[in-house]
């Protein structure tokens, strides 16, 4: 909602200092979305008198204009506009005045005559002929206004104003009012309020709102209360300008006295209004019913509504003229020629007027409000108030008498009041009487009977929690201290799991990978970018019901295309060098429910390296998180991954991810170079695999023997397998075991490869000869040529 601060200040005193304003209702619960400073961009524009005018020597359509801006010298400004004589008050920018819209005047000359300003139009100013219906649009703005020369023009035509956007939350309608931001605002800065309480002055000719009309509610459920007054010999004409200021910084068009009055009092209380040309209503009766099947009406934007019979209406003796709570009809419209108003001010079921302003496809602010839940209470003093101002305007005479049908409960509500599980709930001390006093701000009074008083228009007030959130909001979040919560519970932490997928996502960053965060919603064709089969498992997919769109309407089963997508955003952003990981959420059919696993996914573009490196960083996370006794297993059969550059990894025995270089095909699909490398790592399955009991291995004292071996074997041996054959063949000398090389080419047999091989001998209690690394060596290369056929390279 949108309030104006100059309109505010009818009713609460504010501070004039904006962000305190602002922040202040903020931490009082009346949320300051923003603010905007209307007129800040007009800067030297002035109220000017029209002294005399003169053709120009060198032009037949431009004039110049000697100008009284209430200085010692007149101004000269050259204009083309027709529309000005000398007597004529105007606005004048002088040298260097700014303009809606960025334009700045500066003195010059026009046809050889100098000019020292520009006289301004409506349009210029930023205004329109609803703001001043006297003006002209195609021409100069000349002033009607009471001024003085040399006035600033946005104090002239109430231009200067600051519109502060609150958001509400749904559970406060009594705040969609400049009455209820005011209750707020006196709340939060200890002020007093000057609301409206209004007097109306009625016509004693003896005739009666009643002789003029009959009200008939006939569905009470949907509109507990109807309230309306007569107004005859009106006169349609213009707001006064003070009232047509209030409606536009509001963002509401100013239209004419009667409907601006309506809108002024639907700002003010909360309250929609309605008006109706009594000339139009048949039969001179008002029936509240539902719609008929078929029945039909044009509203006032001129649209054809089909109606049901769910809908609620406003009808005469024999057709709808409004549709009630959304918008009037056409038929009933206010005109230039109306002479007698009905004022309407009813309160009807939000749920009713949420269903009909969507089955119609219409919202207004009036069906806005409403389904909020308004307050019955208002809908008395809103028709009065509005009666009032036909008085103020002096555009109508008020019929004596109202019509009030009520079948809601307006009265005051008593709430059970315990201030000691207030401040258990709050964890607070706050004594009785200040609880009672900041109770007492929001017109929250207890009874001393054990009780709360809650005025009807506070709907939101049902139940202990409610009293503590309004006393914790004006006693001050920030006063509570900071304390552990109590409970069984004193210390809190993360889930081992949790904790576990922290420490992957601390390991990942210290390996030099940015962690991404990708949608768990993809498109079904994700799978065919990666060439899964058709007849995949993966490809049974969760559907959503209501998807944004094709690209995101099932949930994602293979971690790779979310992580090539990220890649591809960022090579296609010249970013050459790209680390990234996620552990992702995958989604997996189990019967009607959903079973989902997390999958640590990491990658990087040929740049940063390729399948070793990847390996390389897989072994040290797995170092950092302690996962022992790890193995890789050759895969060739995966189609998202080159053929011979992927493995399994095994811990344990057991598989707990893969990792290898992406297929090129794959690559293509994503626009992504060769060689990009990706893990898909189980972290479910690798959390079942941490060892929590760490051993101490004292440090050696004898120095290790080195022997480097160049090995012969078939050139689809495992090197990984013969590391392992190797550390089973060996005793327990042997401290160690990798390999540093593989050759295949000029010396080695066709079909054979070199693997080079550095062994690590150490004995922990004496210093190893070298006899005894030489016959460790001499075992193993016996049992490799013997069980395995590998022999030592000549």
Same mark, same amino acid.
């Given at each position: ?385 509005? !009666? +009032?101002? &036909?008085?103020? #305007?002096?555009?109508? *005479?008020?019929? =004596? ?6 079948? /809601? @409960? ?57 009293? !503590? +959130?309004? &006393?914790?909001? #004006?006693?001050?979040? *920030?006063?509570? =201290? ?6 069984? /519970? @004193? ?58 769109? +094709? ?244």
């Amino acid at each position: 909602m949108e309030v104006s601060l100059n309109w505010l200040k009818d009713y609460v005193n504010a501070p004039e200092d904006i962000k305190t304003f602002c922040d202040a209702m903020t931490m009082t619960g009346t949320k300051v979305e923003g603010y905007k400073v209307l007129g800040s961009d007009i800067e030297k524009v002035v109220v000017g008198k029209i002294m005399s005018t003169e053709p120009h020597p060198d032009s037949d359509h431009l004039i110049i204009c000697q100008i009284d801006v209430g200085k010692e010298e007149k101004l000269q400004i050259v204009t083309g506009a027709q529309n000005v004589k000398a007597g004529d008050i105007v606005p004048v920018c002088l040298d260097g005045a700014r303009l809606p819209g960025g334009k700045t005047i500066k003195n010059g000359k026009l046809r050889g005559v100098v000019s020292q300003g520009m006289l301004c139009s409506l349009g210029e100013l930023g205004l329109t002929v609803n703001d001043f219906p006297y003006a002209i649009e195609d021409g100069i703005f000349l002033l009607e206004e009471e001024c003085n020369l040399g006035d600033d023009i946005r104090d002239v035509c109430k231009i200067n104003d600051t519109i502060v956007e609150f958001e509400l939350t749904f559970n406060r309608p009594d705040c969609l009012s400049y009455i209820g931001i005011a209750r707020e605002v006196a709340a939060t800065f200890d002020e007093k309020t000057n609301l409206p309480e209004p007097k109306v002055t009625e016509v004693k000719d003896g005739e009666k709102a009643s002789d003029y009309i009959k009200v008939n509610v006939l569905n009470k459920e949907l509109c507990p209360r109807y309230t309306a007054r007569v107004v005859k010999n009106v006169k349609i004409g213009p707001s006064p300008l003070w009232l047509r200021a209030k409606l536009r910084a509001a963002g509401v068009r100013p239209i004419n006295n009667i409907v601006d009055i309506t809108n002024f009092v639907m700002l003010e209380y909360g309250q929609p209004m309605h008006a109706f040309d009594y000339e139009y209503i048949k039969s001179r009766e008002i029936n509240v019913r539902n719609a008929s099947e078929g029945e039909e009406i044009v509203t006032l934007d001129g649209v054809t509504r089909k109606l049901t019979p769910e809908m609620l209406v406003i009808a005469d003796g024999s057709r709808a003229v409004a549709l009630a709570g959304v918008m009037g009809g056409e038929n009933s419209e206010i005109t230039d020629n109306t002479t007698t108003v009905v004022f309407e001010s009813a309160n009807f079921a939000r749920e009713s007027i949420r269903k009909t302003s969507k089955a119609v496809g219409l919202r207004t602010d009036s069906s806005a409000k409403f389904e909020k839940g308004l307050p019955a209470c208002n809908t008395l003093p809103a028709v009065d108030h509005a !009666a +009032e101002l &036909v008085n103020m #305007l002096c555009c109508g *005479d008020v019929v =004596e008498g109202i019509i009030d049908i009520n079948n /809601a @409960d307006i009265n005051e509500r008593s709430v059970v009041y315990d201030r000691a599980k207030i401040n258990a709930l709050l964890g607070t001390n706050i004594s009785d009487e200040e609880m009672d006093n900041l109770l007492a701000k929001v017109e929250l009074v207890a009874d001393g009977k054990g009780g709360l008083i809650v005025p009807p228009y506070r709907s939101d007030i049902i139940n202990t929690a409610d009293i !503590a +959130e309004e &006393v914790v909001r #004006l006693y001050g979040f *920030d006063k509570i =201290e900071e304390t552990m919560f109590k409970g069984a /519970a @004193d210390l809190g932490g993360r889930l081992p799991l949790e904790a576990f997928r922290y420490q992957i996502n601390n390991a990942m960053a210290g390996l030099g990978y940015c962690e991404c965060c990708t949608y768990s919603f993809v498109s079904p064709s994700a799978l065919d970018k990666i060439n899964v089969p058709a007849d995949s498992e993966l490809r049974d997919f969760i559907r959503l019901i209501n998807p944004l769109g +094709e690209d995101t309407s099932v949930m994602r089963t293979h971690a790779l295309p979310s992580m090539l997508e990220v890649l591809s955003r960022n090579v296609n952003r010249k970013v050459e060098k790209c680390r990234m990981s996620e552990i992702m959420t995958l989604y997996f059919r189990d019967g009607d429910l959903s079973n989902e696993k997390k999958m640590l996914c990491f990658a990087f573009t040929p740049d940063c390296g390729g399948f070793y490196n990847l390996k390389a960083d897989a072994e040290a996370l797995f170092i950092r998180l302690g996962i022992a006794k790890r193995d890789y297993v050759a895969v060739s059969e995966d189609p998202s991954f080159h053929p011979g550059r992927c493995a399994d990894i095994l811990v344990g025995g057991k598989k707990v991810g893969r990792i290898g270089e992406v297929h090129p095909l794959v690559c293509e699909n994503y626009d992504l170079p060769r060689g990009v490398c990706a893990a898909l790592i189980s972290v479910e399955e690798l959390f079942d695999s941490v060892k929590n009991e760490r051993g101490y291995i004292p440090l050696p004292v004898y120095p290790a023997m080195e022997r480097d071996l160049a090995l012969i074997c078939e050139k689809d041996y495992e090197a990984a397998k013969l590391l392992s054959d190797i550390r089973s063949y060996a005793g327990k000398s042997l401290e160690d075991a990798y390999v540093f090389d593989i050759y295949c080419g000029k010396g080695v047999e066709e079909g054979k490869k070199s693997v080079a091989v550095r062994l690590v001998f150490r004995l922990a209690d004496k210093t190893m000869t070298d006899e005894d690394a030489d016959a460790g060596v001499k075992k193993i290369l016996k049992k490799l040529e013997r069980e395995n056929g590998i022999v030592l390279r000549s």
